[in-house]
């Protein structure tokens, strides 16, 4: 099927009828641009026509339009002439540089110059007199003038399209880099969530299991688990108040707690050991050992994670946390005995996934999963750390 020609554009058909009704207006006044040519009277009208004709074309066939106007022009030389003519001949040059595909843009000034040099070098050659290079200023300004002039103002449109489309395309990775960091912000915000709250209600969950198993004589063990409910209950809530705290940039109720570092650990594992887990901490690190903020709080939190997913899971035996730092790294180690049991409490797996996304976010390596070991099937969590820190490392594991 042959395509539709493309409509004139309306711009092109005002052109066409000012440049023919000015063509008209001159040839009746008798005002014409050449003398003794063979053609008289009528016969100038007919390159004036064909030319206002072609000035439909000049954005639709900008090519077609500038080769017919040529010969149009040629044939114009034949008759008394009009200046009509000429300048809708100079508007075809101009169109088909703006509105030809970039080869023909290209190639039309080059020939321009061309014609215009040749032409100027022929006349000179021809009359033997300095004058005849006036005749190549006028050809240089019908075509070169025009052909030039269209270059330029199709660089400039070029170039500002150029810019248009960066700006969108900045804005469009703006929004990108928007909609990521969104994304982090809400996953670090889930992730500290989950690791402030979710051991304390673990605790909560099993000990208020194991209050509801006892009898009315059981008034003593009743007390103590409800007791360890309340704690677990108000720090939760504490916690929560700081973190809610932290969300709204330190105009809640309660300032931001501080980062937790490696030497709250001792305190992490007691109050593990107070929620019924029989968990010891093993520190190997050289004394003095630095270890950056980020690091210490990646291995704080995957340290509680992995107590509270002992709480859950673990089953009769000794939770060990071990802590070892060489060769530039910081080796957090926990095992616990392994049970094949339904967990205690229920759980979402949204721990193993944050534990996994702090070490990945330092660079470093995570596994979790069952060991045999002589003394019989433990679950393990092994997470290394580097200590020293990527320069394109994440900034988030910085913050509380």
Not at 28 to 36: E, F, I, K, R
Not at 154 to 179: F, G, V
Not at 370 to 388: D, E, H, I, N, Y
Request: hydrophobic residues 45%.
């Amino acid at each position: 099927m042959v395509p539709a020609a493309p409509r004139p554009h309306r711009d092109d058909l005002s052109i066409a009828f000012l440049g023919l009704a000015g063509g008209l207006v001159l040839w009746s006044a008798g005002l014409q641009t050449q003398l003794g040519r063979p053609l008289h009277g009528a016969w100038a009208l007919l390159p004036l026509t064909v030319t206002a004709g072609l000035e439909v074309l000049r954005r639709a066939r900008p090519v077609l339009a500038l080769s017919l106007g040529t010969l149009a022009l040629a044939g114009d030389q034949l008759t008394s002439g009009s200046l009509a003519t000429v300048l809708m001949f100079t508007d075809l040059v101009y169109a088909a540089v703006l509105y030809a595909g970039p080869a023909a843009a290209q190639r039309i000034p080059v020939g321009a110059g061309l014609l215009t040099a040749t032409a100027t070098m022929g006349f000179l050659a021809w009359y033997r007199r300095p004058e005849a290079i006036f005749i190549g200023v006028v050809i240089g300004l019908v075509t070169l003038g025009p052909a030039t002039t269209g270059a330029l103002v199709r660089n400039h449109r070029e170039a500002a399209e150029a810019a248009r489309r960066h700006a969108a395309q900045s804005i469009r990775l703006a929004e990108m880099d928007r909609a990521q960091a969104v994304t982090a912000e809400r996953t670090r915000m889930a992730r500290e969530l989950h690791d402030m709250v979710a051991n304390r209600l673990t605790a909560i969950a099993i000990h208020s299991t194991a209050a509801l198993s006892l009898d009315d004589r059981a008034g003593e063990s009743a007390t103590e688990s409800l007791t360890v409910i309340r704690e677990n209950s108000v720090e939760g809530l504490a916690e929560m108040r700081r973190l809610i705290g932290l969300l709204r940039d330190g105009s809640g109720e309660a300032e931001p707690a501080a980062v937790p570092t490696l030497d709250s650990l001792g305190a992490l594992v007691e109050g593990a050991r107070a929620n019924g887990l029989d968990a010891v901490l093993e520190d190997a690190r050289p004394p003095e050992a630095e270890v950056p903020a980020p690091v210490e709080l990646a291995a704080y939190r995957i340290t509680q994670e992995s107590l509270t997913n002992a709480l859950k899971h673990a089953g009769q035996g000794r939770v060990t946390v071990r802590l070892t730092l060489r060769d530039g790294a910081l080796t957090v180690r926990v095992t616990s005995p392994f049970a094949d049991v339904p967990p205690r409490a229920p759980g979402s797996g949204a721990g193993l996934i944050g534990m996994e996304e702090r070490a990945a976010l330092l660079r470093g390596t995570f596994r979790a999963g069952p060991l045999v070991t002589p003394t019989g099937r433990c679950w393990q969590v092994l997470a290394t750390l580097p200590t020293v820190r990527p320069r394109s490392a994440h900034p988030e594991e910085g913050a509380a």
